[in-house]
């Protein structure tokens, strides 16, 4: 006779309402109620703690970097010849400076009130890192995307990037002073508006909510239907397809290839494109199964390199064609994941650093618990011990530049992107919790309006730094590329 297993007892709950005995089981909530009141009780507790109107502060502390050695200290391992465009790019506006600054806003942000309640952040939530992007059957949804610094952090955080940027956005649009303010104001009430509409939703609904077409009449944002219009009808044509008919040509043996187009996009030697392809093979291991059949249909034909961005230029980015049986192309973007800009900072906002994990898993995994819908073909993977992230390029990606809005647009998209800010928070923290620390009155709206604006002031200051090292020959830029 066999050895008799022992038996490990179920640790069952109260009865619930209808009688049954349900097991609390991990990973759940415990069964016989929702705590909603539990929940939201203790959100509006933690306004004893970080008052509401406590959000406008702004310290600079001693030994703050200045605008260049920021710079410099946030390309350390980037791709030296690469620096120029860099800084070329952040020297041509105050709010394109702000997109390639989050390291130096998290240093001063670490100084400011947090409430110590933790989500999965962007980490470089402004205004341009919102935008549409094609669902696994083309249609088009809009979120943010861009996931280069995410990690889990201070909600606050993202909330006040997102406010400056408008307000240097509108700044830059034309708008007054009293306009950017509002737009920044608009931009948290409408964080704040759509966390407690989460909060009263059933779980599911709230999970999916406030995605492409419900997000015009939510917000009142009537004013840009007709700049969405076209930005999606761009967006709908921005594909793999329409890239590599522009970036390819095909030789005399017939294959098919990138053709140069410095300095954004170039050919990589032969060792350097095999390290990529080959790299390929890890990644597919990061997929779901059910991804495999689909990715094996295509050849890999070319690997180039590519610059992108603003923040992240210098990092090594490559683009990788395939093409199916038919000669139709996929172009995969093959991206370095470097540390985010954020992690030197959290601990001092009291919130433990993040295990090590590998740079484009983070990336990855974080893309997906903010977005309502992400990328099919989102991966990871390692070329010459570096970190990469592996995702479709030209994904019928469209933007809208909150800079180049007519002024009277601006708070229209503040309160768009505000609402998509509290969606993408609301998967990783409890939207009862922040909705009853949030509140219903505008106490929280004023005090992130003027916090946007002191530190919309602390940009241009920075800005202005970078521009007279620029002239005065202290750091190297390539202007207009």
């Known amino acids: 006779m066999g050895e008799v297993e022992a038996v490990v007892p179920v640790q069952w709950s109260a009865s619930t309402p209808g009688g049954a005995r349900i097991p609390e089981v991990p990973g759940f909530a415990r069964p016989g109620g929702s705590g909603r009141e539990t929940a939201k009780e203790a959100g509006k507790a933690l306004r004893a703690k970080v008052p509401r109107s406590s959000h406008d502060t702004l310290t600079v502390t001693a030994g703050r970097p200045d605008a260049v050695r920021a710079v410099e200290e946030s390309s350390r391992g980037r791709v030296p010849d690469l620096a120029p465009i860099r800084v070329g790019r952040m020297a041509a506006t105050p709010f394109a400076f702000l997109r390639g600054a989050a390291g130096l806003m998290a240093h001063d942000l670490a100084a400011t009130p947090v409430t110590g309640v933790a989500a999965q952040i962007c980490g470089d939530a402004h205004a341009a890192n919102f935008g549409l992007y094609g669902d696994a059957r083309g249609r088009l949804v809009m979120d943010l995307n ?16 997102l406010a400056t940027s408008i307000v240097l ?11 950017c303010r509002k737009a920044a104001f608009d931009a948290a009430g409408a964080y704040r508006r759509t966390m407690r509409l989460l909060a009263r939703l059933p779980v599911l609904d709230a999970w999916n909510a406030i995605a492409d077409e419900e997000l015009v009449s939510h917000t009142d944002a009537r004013d840009l239907v007709g700049t969405l219009e076209r930005v999606s009808e761009r967006a709908r044509s921005n594909t793999s397809a329409r890239f590599a ?11 098919c290839h990138f ?16 390290a990529v392809a080959a790299s390929l093979g890890e ?16 050849a890999i034909h070319d690997v180039a390199f590519r610059v992108v961005g603003t923040g992240s230029v210098g990092t090594r980015s490559y683009v990788v064609l395939l093409i199916d049986h038919r000669g139709e192309p996929l172009v995969l973007q093959v991206k370095e994941a470097r540390a985010s800009a954020l992690l030197p900072y959290l601990e001092a906002a009291g919130f433990e650093p993040p295990e090590q994990v590998h ?11 903010m977005q309502v819908v992400s990328d099919i073909l989102l991966g990871w993977t390692t070329v010459d011990g570096r970190p990469f992230q592996v995702r479709q390029f030209r994904n019928r990606k469209g933007s809208v530049d909150p800079a180049a809005l007519a002024p009277d647009q601006v708070d229209d998209y503040a309160r768009m992107t505000g609402a998509l800010l509290a969606r993408a ?13 949030c509140g219903k009155n505008e106490e929280l709206d004023e005090a992130v309006a003027a916090f946007s604006v002191r530190y919309a002031d602390r940009t241009e200051a920075d800005h202005a730094d970078l521009v007279a090292a620029v002239r005065g020959g202290r750091i190297a830029a390539e202007l207009g590329v």
């Open 146 to 161: 861009d996931f280069d610094e995410t990690v889990t952090g201070p909600w606050e955080w993202d909330l006040k990037r």
């Open 169 to 179: 956005a509108g700044r830059e649009t034309g708008a007054d002073e009293d306009t």
């Open 245 to 255: 008919a522009k970036a390819t040509a095909t030789g005399p043996d017939g294959a």
């Open 259 to 274: 053709v140069d187009a410095p300095p954004v996009l170039r050919r990589v030697p032969d060792e350097e494109a095999s």
């Open 283 to 298: 990644y597919l291991r990061t997929l779901s199964e059910d991804r495999l059949p689909l990715l094996a249909r295509y």
């Open 359 to 369: 740079e484009g898993q983070r990336v990855v995994q974080g893309q997906k618990r």
């Open 425 to 437: 928070h609301a998967h990783s923290a409890d939207p009862r919790l922040l909705a009853g620390y």
